[in-house]
T-cell receptor, first 110, second 113 residues
């Protein structure tokens, strides 16, 4: 089992719709969780950290489910500019380094 | 403030040559990562430095790959006897501490002919 797993997608989303996707992790002791966004041929950029109580940043909501060992990202009122690959990041069991999932591709269409 | 800086931004080399890629992390950041990303693929972890601890080299694909971090700051990734399959974007990232958010450089596009 991979340490951090994501549905690769693509998720085809009509503009204005809501989309949500998860990321599962294997290390029950993980403490740090992030969502990154990567545009084609660009470096990943931090979208948001994920806190135990869940957090929201504008149209984006992140949740952590420790019992089932997954984090989620929900995008409301999707914009064309939200089209990107979304990467989840979790600190792994070995050396506490941060491990990336394979990414979920989101395509928002008019 | 300055972000993570990588050089060169592009490198074209011939098969069999050695290359060095440089990363200047954000000042004061103790953790530094190298990743590789082939076109259309995910991030492949290569190596991780944290402070003065021994680096985690578990992601290096072969003994042709090595990296060092001098003085806890600048890092150099060296690829010896490059092969065509080494062609990829090499990304460096740093964070303030071991489980803090990562900041990425813009990468080095390596092309091996």
């Amino acid at each position: 089992r991979k340490e951090v797993e994501q549905d690769p997608g693509p998720f085809n989303v009509p503009e204005g719709a809501t989309v949500a996707f998860n990321c599962t992790y294997s290390n029950s002791a993980s403490q740090s969780f992030f969502w990154y966004r990567q545009d084609c041929r660009k470096e990943p950029k931090l979208l948001m950290s994920v806190y135990s109580s869940g957090n929201e940043d504008g149209r984006f909501t992140a949740q952590l489910n420790r019992a089932s060992q997954y984090i989620s990202l929900l995008i409301r009122d999707s914009k064309l500019s939200d089209s990107a690959t979304y990467l989840c990041v979790v600190n792994s069991r070995a050396g506490n380094k941060l491990t990336f999932g394979g990414g979920t591709r989101v395509l928002v269409k008019p | 403030g300055a972000g993570v800086s990588q050089s060169p931004s592009n490198k074209v080399t011939e098969k069999g040559k050695d290359v060095e890629l440089r990363c200047d992390p954000i000042s004061g950041h103790t953790a530094l990562y190298w990743y590789r990303q082939s076109l259309g693929q995910g991030l492949e972890f290569l190596i991780y430095f944290q402070g003065n601890s021994a680096p985690d080299k578990s992601g290096l694909p072969s003994d042709r790959f090595s990296a060092e971090r001098t003085g806890g700051s600048v890092s150099t990734l060296t690829i010896q006897r490059t092969q065509q399959e080494d062609s990829a974007v090499y990304l460096c990232a740093s964070s303030l501490f071991w489980r803090e958010k990562l900041f990425f450089g813009s990468g080095t596009q390596l092309s091996v002919l």
